[in-house]
C-alpha cells in the first residue's frame, strides 16, 4: 500500500522530481536519463513516482515546458516593451535574436536535438503534444496580433518558419561558429521583413 502523502509533502517531492529531472536532462539527456536515477537522487521509492507522474517521459516534458514557458515570458515581456511604430524591423530582429541567444544558452533545451525530441513524443500521449501545439500557436498569434504583420501573411507558416531558427540554434557547429551570430540574425530579420 502507497505512503499518504501531506499537500506539503507532495509539493516538495514533485519539486524535487522536476529539479532532479533538470539535472538528470542536462547531464544525460532524454533517452539516458532513468527513473532509477531520478528516484535515487530524490530519495523515494521507485513506486512513489508513479504517485506523480505515470511515465518518465511526462515527467520530462513537465520539466522542459517550465523552462519554456519562462522564455516565453521573457519574449512576451521583450513584445510588451517594443514599439514597433518608433522601431525598425532590424530592433525586432535585435530582441528576437537576444531571445534566440538566452534559449541557446538554456542547458535543458541545449541539449535537445530532432532525435531526442522524436524520442520523448513518441512515448507522449498524443493529447498532451496537441494541447502544446496549440498553445505554442496561441502565444505566437497573441505576439502577432501586436504587429502590423501583412495581411496575407500566413500566421502558421511563419510560426514554423520561427520554429526552424529555433533548430538552427541546436546545430551551431555545423553551421560555423565563425558565421553563426550574423547567420542567426539574418534569418530573423528576413523573415520579419517578409512579414512586415
Not at 538566452?102 to 536535438?113: G, S
Request: proline share 3%; glycine share 4%; net charge negative.
Amino acid at each position: 500500500m502507497p505512503k499518504s502523502y501531506s499537500e506539503q509533502e507532495k509539493e516538495h517531492i514533485k519539486k524535487r522530481l522536476k529539479e532532479e529531472a533538470a539535472k538528470c536532462l542536462a547531464q544525460f539527456g532524454i533517452r539516458k536519463t532513468t527513473v532509477d536515477e531520478i528516484v535515487k537522487r530524490v530519495k523515494i521509492p521507485k513506486g512513489t513516482f508513479y504517485l506523480f507522474y505515470k511515465s518518465k517521459e511526462l515527467l520530462l516534458f513537465d520539466v522542459i515546458l517550465e523552462q519554456h514557458d519562462a522564455i516565453e515570458q521573457q519574449m512576451m515581456i521583450a513584445f510588451s516593451d517594443f514599439d514597433l511604430s518608433s522601431g525598425s524591423t532590424e530592433q525586432l530582429a535585435n530582441v528576437l535574436f537576444e531571445v534566440f541567444k538566452i534559449m541557446e544558452q538554456n542547458p535543458i533545451l541545449k541539449i535537445l536535438n530532432s532525435d531526442e525530441i522524436e524520442v520523448l513524443a513518441r512515448k507522449l500521449p498524443g493529447d498532451i503534444l496537441a494541447n502544446h501545439l496549440e498553445h505554442d500557436q496561441s502565444m505566437v498569434e497573441e505576439i502577432f496580433s501586436r504587429l502590423p504583420v501583412k495581411p496575407q501573411i500566413d500566421i502558421n507558416s511563419c510560426t514554423a518558419a520561427f520554429r526552424a531558427i529555433y533548430f538552427a540554434t541546436l546545430h551551431r557547429e555545423g553551421i560555423g561558429e565563425q558565421h553563426y551570430d550574423l547567420s542567426l540574425r539574418l534569418l530573423i530579420q528576413g523573415l520579419l521583413i517578409q512579414m512586415f
